[in-house]
């Protein structure tokens, strides 16, 4: 672990409740409920732009969502996602973010409050212990652009044959290919004993050919559930 720094003057953003319990909701689906390193349990909240970036990893999946803020945090800041999330389910109108200074010895505290209630914790989670997944440069791989109406055809399609057998890990996830004969995407799970195919020729995926694991395609369909139709793009990249 490293070291803490403690000599931070006060910094506070605000947020819309509905805007945050959103953010935390779809981050906490990626987030340790009991791991063995407790950095893992949480999610880091990072100043970005005009708003703030919440993040959160499993370290197999990292997902960030970025909302709009008011104020200024500082400096990253990580909080225990799944107390946050329940925290949140109550909260209205803004929420405030408060980070203070020491009250015991070296510890610096967090305050989270509506104008209900407030929760109050020890900022004890170094935001330099957060893992933070490789990104490859944004110049190599495949793209794939689709709708969320898309994928959930896609995901109501193909979800019931993906294999859950964890030592055929090749099985775990949708293959996303191109059709034989055209450039359009084909979408093909397996368990060994059954398969789904989608094929979508509005969609175009020439060269194409990935798995999506299931927890990754899970929580896309997840995120795509309530969305608005804009454009999805997708970024496959070789290890």
Not at 107 to 125: E, F, G, K
Not at 225 to 238: R, V, Y
Request: charge should be negative; charged fraction near 20%; proline fraction near 8%.
């Amino acid at each position: 672990m490293t070291a803490h720094d403690t000599g931070l003057p006060l910094a506070s953003v605000t947020v819309p409740a509905a805007d945050l319990r959103a953010a935390v909701d779809a981050v906490a689906r990626v987030t340790s409920r009991r791991a063995k390193v407790p950095i893992l349990e949480c999610l880091r909240l990072v100043p970005a732009g005009p708003g703030i970036a919440v993040t959160g990893t499993d370290l197999d999946m990292q997902l960030t969502v970025r909302i709009d803020a008011g104020g200024s945090l500082g400096r990253p800041l990580c909080i225990p996602a799944h107390p946050l999330q329940r925290w949140l389910r109550h909260a209205e109108g803004e929420i405030e973010i408060t980070r203070g200074p020491p009250e015991r010895g070296a510890t610096p505290t967090v305050t989270i409050r509506d104008a209900a209630a407030s929760w109050r914790l020890y900022d004890v989670y170094p935001h330099e212990d957060f893992p933070e997944m490789a990104v490859p440069a944004s110049t190599g791989g495949q793209r794939l652009t689709l709708s969320p109406d898309q994928w959930r055809r896609i995901a109501r399609g193909t979800r019931h044959c993906i294999s859950a057998e964890a030592t055929r890990y090749y099985l775990c996830g949708v293959h996303l290919t191109t059709r034989p004969g055209s450039d359009a995407l084909r979408a093909v799970t397996t368990d060994g004993h059954r398969i789904a195919i989608v094929d979508t020729d509005e969609i175009e995926a020439s060269g194409l050919s990935c798995i999506v694991p299931t927890a990754a395609a899970d929580q896309l369909t997840a995120l795509c559930a309530g969305a608005d139709n804009a454009p999805l793009e997708l970024a496959i990249h070789p290890l």
